[in-house]
Structures are given as C-alpha cells and as structure tokens.
T-cell receptor
C-alpha cells in the first residue's frame, strides 16, 4: 500500500466549518496528489505537490487549499465546507512525476450537512 | 486540457467470457496510460499500464492496447472470473513538466457465475 495513510477516515461536519484532511506517507515520495471521487465523475484532481512548499492546482481546486511543510505530509483544507464538497477524498503518491505511476491511500469519506 | 472518455459505463458478462473497456484521449502529448481497478469501498489499485512507445502489454489475463494515431487505448480481460467484478478506470497523462493524470469516469464490470 506504498505506506500511505489518511486521516480521518470518516468525517461528518456542518456547512461553513473548516475541515482539514491529512495524507501521510512514510517512503519520502516527492509527488503527492489529492483527488475527489463522486458518482458519475470518476477521480478528479484537486491539488498536487511536487516537493515541500511546491504545490499547484488541479481540475477542481475552487474551495480547497493545500499545504506541504514536510515531505511526508500533504494537507487538504476546506476553509468553509459546503454540501457540494461531500465526497470521498483520496490521496495519492508517485515516486516520480514523470514516471506517473500513482498509488492511492485508503480514502476519507467526508459528509457536509 | 486533457479529456478522457471511457466506454461502456457498465458491462455485464458471464464467467469465462472476455471483457473489453475502451478509452479515448484528446492530448496528443499524452505518453502514459494506466488502468485502475476499484472494488467497492476500497482504494483504486493500479493493475496495468502502457507507455506511448509500446502498442500492447500483457499480464496474465489482462492486456492493454494503445493506438496513438487514433488516440485510444483498451483494457482486455480474458477468462473473466467473479472476482474481476469491480469498477475500472482508465487514465492518461496531461500537462507538461509535472505531468498529472486525467481519469475516465469508470466502467462497472459485473461478472456473473
């Protein structure tokens, strides 16, 4: 499982509250990604990181921010959660951005009421 | 940006039959095409991939073919078994520099005994 963990695994929150999801990896991989998965939409990239403090936006970045202050942790923050952000969130790592093989964490199921 | 179309959205076969899932992509610069299998409630798992300098790749009962001229690639599963039942996602690289993956919307494969 490429040493990837996500926390929390499940969260229920209310509209307007801030939420932070954590992705942790133990193998010093440079590249990390956050996706959301919704029925009928597959996996959509939110943000990604290509090194400490180096991040970029993906396809569906509005309403999300990320931070990577150390190699092993990539945080996804919903500043003010909305019901449209109810989803399953997956973190992924890649040993090399150019080789592109990505391996996924176990996922976080987030429900925004 | 890259656009990946995947067909069919659902596929039902009898055990022992073959299954084929097809994807098309739009970015002629794409050079890496992975396939993921996702069982219910689990993370996507990389099952096979192909790079643009190869036309076909096999791994036991699964194979992937790539036609760069037509910009399409396909997953072939032979001698299907009930444990092959899952959602399958194709993906293609997008962007330049730090390449990311764009995913298709998935195919639910059901293998009946």
């Amino acid at each position: 499982d490429a040493g990837i963990t996500q926390s929390p695994r499940h969260k229920v929150t209310e509209t307007g509250t801030p939420v932070t999801l954590r992705c942790h990896q133990t193998e010093n991989h440079r590249y990390m990604y956050w996706y959301r998965q919704d029925p009928g939409h597959g996996l959509r990239l939110i943000h990604y990181s290509y090194g400490v403090k180096d991040t970029d936006k993906g396809e569906v970045s509005d309403g999300y921010s990320v931070s990577r202050s150390k190699t092993e942790d990539f945080l996804l923050t919903l500043e003010s959660a909305t019901s449209s952000q109810t989803s399953v969130y997956f973190c992924a790592i890649s040993t090399s951005g150019r080789s592109n093989e990505q391996f996924f964490g176990p996922g976080t199921r987030l429900t925004v009421l | 940006g890259e656009n990946v179309e995947q067909h069919p959205s659902t596929l039902s076969v009898q055990e022992g039959d073959s299954a084929v899932i097809k994807c098309t992509y739009s970015d002629s610069a794409s050079n890496y095409f992975p396939w993921y299998k996702q069982e219910l409630g689990k993370r996507p798992q990389l099952i096979i991939d192909i790079r643009s300098n190869v036309g076909e790749k096999k791994d036991q009962r699964i194979a992937v073919t790539l036609n760069k001229t037509a910009k399409h690639f396909s997953l072939h599963i032979t001698e299907t078994q009930p444990e092959d039942s899952a959602v399958y996602f194709c993906a293609a690289t997008s962007g330049s520099g730090y390449s990311t993956l764009t995913f298709g919307k998935g195919t639910m494969l059901l293998v009946s005994p």
